[in-house]
């Protein structure tokens, strides 16, 4: 199991960070592990974090959560339809992450 739920402590033996940014970076760091991406998705948190004055705070975080996580789908473990938004939204809907996490990678900007 590479993610148990966005709602779980732990995950595969690992104590998450309760913010959806940190589980974010740290579900992104796990599944990307390797992956040439994953110093993509970091710049992109750095970016969306440098930005994040011009979102309402009740919102910043999902907005960073999204920016670590929408490239997981390309991960071979995560591959369902061989579209990456959708594969990444649909693994972490099945996981219980907010919708609007889940829809942003597949619809930029959307739900934030």
Known sequence: MLYRSVNSQRWDGVIVAGTLEAKGR?????????????PHLATVAA??????????KPK?????????????GYAPALRRTDFHPLDGALFLRRKGWPKAVCESLTIPAAGL
């Open 47 to 56: 970016r969306a974090e440098a930005l994040s004055s011009t979102v309402p």
């Open 26 to 38: 740290e579900v992104a760091a796990h599944i990307m592990q390797g992956h040439a991406r994953l």
């Open 60 to 72: 910043v975080d999902a907005l960073v959560a999204s920016a670590w996580l929408h490239d997981i």
